[in-house]
């Protein structure tokens, strides 16, 4: 591959604005977005009006809503746009994306097929050897001011990851490369699931042994949906697993994690969006990963109440008491 000019952010939402400004000191960045008075105001005021509305976006950062305009010199594209969204966005535009590496940086798991995202890819375009996903531990507000961080990037096509990997390392963030594409997609998922119970457990008082425990045991839960996959335990033991489930967990700009306090106070799904404000993946996610155990026959007591939480109405403290009075089993089981 000749030398990266030009990359394609699909999706100006935080994370999309972050990897921009975060590129951007590298490559000129064309950002697309689908509200045209948000891109109007980008590119008149030079900052996002909806996400890390405190960064200023330097020139090397192009805001449009026209979507030939932000692939037409695209080399790269990078997909930021919510896991749900991905289906229906790909398919209407097809034509724009044909014969584009694809770097996507969306977590979670559809809802309608059950399937990962890298298997939606491959329904629209038949082949993921233009693919790459990146995952791991990662905020975009941390990620636009430039604090060290690292992730993973994992494609089916090692010689096309590696290059990816090179062109988003620098010296503030650092990449891995992982083979195991179905471990990273799943950490990224399902660590979003289990940030809305950490939130549960931060909003209900419950103290850091609680945490702790919830964060082992979920690790645990997310290996035997993964390995059941065909993933390598071991890659949840990474950036991308542990490392996305402690950040998430612990950190106070995690929606997913502030979904959870919501829910422990009593607020119904529709007011959680609302104050949120931006798209928790763990909400749509809690459904499928639920979905999905049963359809494999996995065991996952925490998914299962977390859904259970925000579809059946179920109390958290009820959830909670359902949780510790299961059957005593060896630990590794």
Known sequence: MEKITNLTIIGAGSWGTGLAIYLSQKYKIYLWGRDKNQIEYMKTHRKNPKYLKEFKLNENI???????????????????????QIRKFYIENKDFFKNKIIINTSKGIENETLKLIDEIFFDIFNTNDNFVTLSGPTFAKEIAQGKPSAATVSSYNEELGKTCQKIINSEKFRIYFEPDVKGVLLGGALKNV???AAGIIEGLSLGLNSLAALITRALAEIRRLGTKLGANSLTFSGLSGLGDLVLTCYGNLSRNR???????KGYDLKRILKEIGEVAEGIYTSKSAYNLSKKLNVDMPITKEVYKIIYEGKSPIKALQDLMKRDLKYEKD
């Open 62 to 84: 192009i805001p449009t809503s026209n979507l030939k305009d932000a692939l037409d010199k695209a080399e790269i594209v990078i997909n930021a746009i919510p896991t749900q």
């Open 194 to 196: 289990i940030a809305i």
């Open 258 to 264: 502030k979904a959870g306090i919501l829910l422990s």
